[in-house]
């Protein structure tokens, strides 16, 4: 059952008030454990962002759009990876910053990849930026690409270039 349902039933009177307010706050409670945990990896963490942010800008805070217009932000983020990701906003405000696009891309990994986010293997985790949640099965081209990218994350992240 998606959000949008538990909302119309709501609506509808079908979810009382007080199990709403549960489940909202629910909600809330995870976001928060899960920035705290993803707080454990601590420098991981944040040198797998910069190396995103070396990848896909050269570290320019605004690079100019990629993928024909379709890639945003310091992250090159698309609307369907933003909206994915389930954090508030509106698009292009949100993933035009630095800080609101790293938000998308760990709630983004927390949602399709939770355990190789727990586990830090960023590898992984640059499949699913660069390739989406379905990057394990893709070939050809595409998925010499994905291999070629997750590469080129890993070794910035090693302080390579």
């Not at 059952?1 to 979810?15: A, N, Q, T, V, Y």
């Not at 890639?71 to 508030?88: H, M, N, T």
Request: one cysteine or more; proline letters at 3%.
């Amino acid at each position: 059952m998606g959000s949008g349902s538990l909302i119309r039933k709501w609506r509808r009177g079908e979810i009382g008030s007080d199990a709403m307010k549960t489940l909202i706050a629910a909600i809330v409670l995870l976001g928060v454990w899960g920035e705290a945990h993803a707080e454990h990896w601590g420098g991981e963490l944040e040198r797998y962002l910069v190396a995103l942010h070396m990848r896909e800008a050269s570290g320019r805070l605004r690079p100019p759009a990629g993928d024909g217009g379709r890639s945003i932000g310091p992250l090159q983020i698309q609307r369907g990876y933003f909206e994915d990701s389930w954090v508030a906003g509106r698009w292009r405000e949100v993933c035009m910053d630095l800080e609101g696009s790293r938000r998308v891309v760990v709630a983004y990994a927390r949602r399709y990849e939770p355990r190789a986010l727990r586990e830090g293997r960023w590898s992984e985790l640059a499949g699913l930026h660069n390739g989406g949640p379905g990057w394990r099965g893709k070939r050809g081209v595409i998925g010499r690409r994905i291999v070629a990218y997750r590469g080129d994350v890993v070794r910035i992240m090693k302080g390579g270039r």
